[in-house]
């Protein structure tokens, strides 16, 4: 096996420590496997795009999600560091409203899969990160929710030193009271 899984306190939000094989010369893991994330992570699940983002210290991506296509997402860091947080939103769910976060940086080269019916976001804090996921549904911007970052009632504890950057719609996501929500 060339992972290990690490539980969370959010049923179905796994951590993903790859086996790393280093010598003088540098490294070599594999980021992903088809077949192995079946067998030890989730199966049926098809990944259809793709996406890098790159961030600067200070900035807070999220909590996004989207109502309908909803998407499970597997994360990962290859450059910098991030404090990379799930919350779930799913009502029936003994943890709705609970959160988890978890660093995620090139160093430690984890991965977090974020089942549909969470919402995701991150901040950044290193200098810069770059940010890789799968999604398992397409984009659908008429569909994308995003709760905010900061509402009292989430408490999440984000490493942040001052007011974070925030993209127009991240400043104005919902408290979760009045989201729109998964069953």
Sequence with gaps: ?????????????????????GDQRGFFYESFN????????QSGVEFVQDNHSRSVKGVLRGLHYQIQHAQGKLVRVVEGEVFDVVVDIRRSSPNFGKWEGVYLSADNKRQVWVP????????????????LYKTTDFW???FERTLLWNDPALGIE??????????????????????????
Excluded: N, Y
Aim: proline share 7%.
């Design 34 to 41: 088809a077949r192995e994330f079946a067998e030890t992570v």
């Design 158 to 183: 984000w490493p942040l030193d001052g007011e974070p950057q925030l993209a127009a719609k991240d400043a104005a996501g919902r408290l979760l009271v009045d989201a729109e929500v998964f069953a």
């Design 1 to 21: 096996m060339a992972i290990q899984l690490v539980s969370t306190t959010l049923l179905g939000v796994t951590i993903i420590e790859p086996k790393v094989f």
């Design 140 to 142: 659908h911007p008429e």
């Design 116 to 131: 549909p019916g969470f919402a995701h976001g991150f901040c950044v804090t290193s200098d810069s990160a770059a940010f």
